[in-house]
C-alpha cells in the first residue's frame, strides 16, 4: 500500500505544470555523489590515479582557468602531497544536480587547507568544484580556489629539486 501511495504521489508530481523555474533535482546520497567523495579521499590520501578509472579518456579539465588533460589534471593534484602534508577538505559539501535538460554535474564545495612541507606555512581557502558526467563517466572538471599558495609552494619545490 505504502508503494502505491509513493507512485501515486510521484505520477502527480510529474503531471504537474512546472514552470521555466524549475531546472532539476539535487541529491546528496547518490552514486555520483558518493564516486566524488572517495575520489575527493584519494586526492586527499596522496594519490589521485583512480580518476582515471571514472574520467572520459578525451575530457577537459580545468583548476581555475587553466586547462588540463586526463593526465595534467591527474598529475597536477598528484603534485600537491609533495608541497603539502595535511591536506583537507573541511566542512565538505557533496551533491548531484540532475537538471531538467538532461545534463547531471555534481558539486563539491569545501574549505581546503594545507601545510606546506618546506616553509611550514598553513594555508586555507574556500573551494568549489564541478564534475560533469556523460552517462557513467566524468568527461570535465572544474575546480575554482585561490592559487596563490599552492604556485607559491610550488616554485619553491620546484627551486629545491636544483
Known amino acids: 500500500m505504502k508503494k502505491i501511495l509513493i507512485l501515486i504521489t510521484i505520477f502527480g508530481l510529474m503531471s504537474c505544470n512546472l514552470?521555466?523555474?524549475f531546472k532539476g533535482?539535487?541529491?546528496d546520497n547518490d552514486e555520483k555523489s558518493e564516486i566524488i567523495v572517495k575520489l575527493a579521499d584519494s586526492y586527499l590520501a596522496g594519490n589521485f590515479?583512480?580518476?582515471r578509472d571514472y574520467f572520459t579518456p578525451?575530457?577537459?579539465h580545468f583548476?581555475?582557468?587553466l586547462e588540463f588533460d586526463v593526465d595534467g589534471i591527474i598529475d597536477g593534484y598528484n603534485s600537491h602531497s609533495l608541497i603539502f602534508k595535511d591536506i583537507k577538505h573541511n566542512d565538505r559539501e557533496v551533491y548531484t544536480a540532475t537538471f531538467t535538460d538532461g545534463t547531471v554535474e555534481t558539486f563539491h564545495d569545501f574549505d581546503w587547507s594545507a601545510t606546506s612541507i618546506l616553509t611550514g606555512k598553513e594555508y586555507s581557502y574556500p573551494c568549489h568544484c564541478r564534475w560533469v558526467w556523460v552517462e557513467d563517466k566524468i568527461?570535465?572538471?572544474t575546480c575554482y580556489v585561490d592559487p596563490a599558495a599552492i604556485f607559491e609552494?610550488?616554485?619553491i619545490y620546484a627551486e629545491s629539486q636544483n
Open 139 to 141: 568527461a570535465s572538471t
Open 58 to 60: 578525451d575530457g577537459k
Open 63 to 65: 583548476f581555475n582557468n
Open 153 to 155: 609552494e610550488a616554485a
Open 19 to 21: 514552470d521555466d523555474s
Open 25 to 27: 533535482f539535487i541529491q
Open 49 to 51: 590515479d583512480m580518476a
